[in-house]
Each structure stands twice: as C-alpha cells, then as structure tokens.
Nanobody
Framework: QVHLVESGGGLVQAGGSLRLSCAAS????????MGWFRQAPGKEREFVAA????????YYGDSVKGRFSISRDNAKNMVYLQMTSVKPEDTAVYYC?????????????????WGQGTQVTVSS
C-alpha cells in the first residue's frame, strides 16, 4: 500500500493555471505508474492523466488534452498535475492514485491507492 496526500487545490479564474501536487509514501514509489482522476458533483469519477514509472509514457483524458500536464519526481516521491487554460467544467475534487501494477493504465480499477482529494474550483 502507498499513502497519498494531495495539495494545491483552490479557487482559480477561468483561463488561469494551477498546479496540484501529490506526496507519496509507503511503497517503492518509483516502480509504479501514477494517475490523476477527478469527480464533479453528481458525476462519476473521471480519468484525467496517468504517467509511467519513469515518466516516459503519459496518457490524458480527452477533456484535458493540450491543457493539463502530468509529471513526477521519483527522487522526491512526488507527482504533479499542471493545469492551464482552466475552464469552469474543470471544477471537481481531484484525486491522486497509485497503480496496482507496473503497467500504466487509464482505468480506475487499475489503481489501488487513493488520496483524500483536493478541491479545484474554476470561476467564470
């Protein structure tokens, strides 16, 4: 198991930027892919981005492609989500997640450890 703590959420105006951080502890962080998901009120949790163990492969949800960027620092056990050109529809609780296996995936069931979430609110 890995313990995950997100930070960096808050209120941002449409068109602005925000960077979310996720601190990991417990399991060998660098061996596993990581991901970000989000859940808006009344909606199902949605895949946002995923990154392989070495950062060489990245996947993005269609709604954030070209605007969000995922990265990781294995030396610091950190994963980041840089959000740019944010829109009101990006408003959600954002969750950091650690993969169950060493294979990168975009499916929620492939991730076994989750953070508590950080709220992002985009005002129009």
């Amino acid at each position: 198991q890995v313990h995950l703590v997100e930070s960096g959420g808050g209120l941002v105006q449409a068109g602005g930027s925000l960077r979310l951080s996720c601190a990991a502890s417990g399991r060998t962080f660098s061996n596993y892919p990581m991901g970000w998901f989000r859940q808006a009120p009344g909606k199902e949790r949605e895949f946002v981005a995923a990154i392989s163990w070495n950062g060489g492969t990245k996947y993005y949800g269609d709604s954030v492609k070209g605007r969000f960027s995922i990265s990781r620092d294995n030396a610091k056990n950190m994963v980041y989500l840089q959000m740019t050109s944010v829109k009101p529809e990006d408003t959600a609780v954002y969750y950091c997640a650690a993969s169950r296996s060493v294979i990168i995936n975009t499916v929620e069931a492939a991730f076994g450890s989750w953070g508590q979430g950080t709220q992002v609110t985009v005002s129009s």
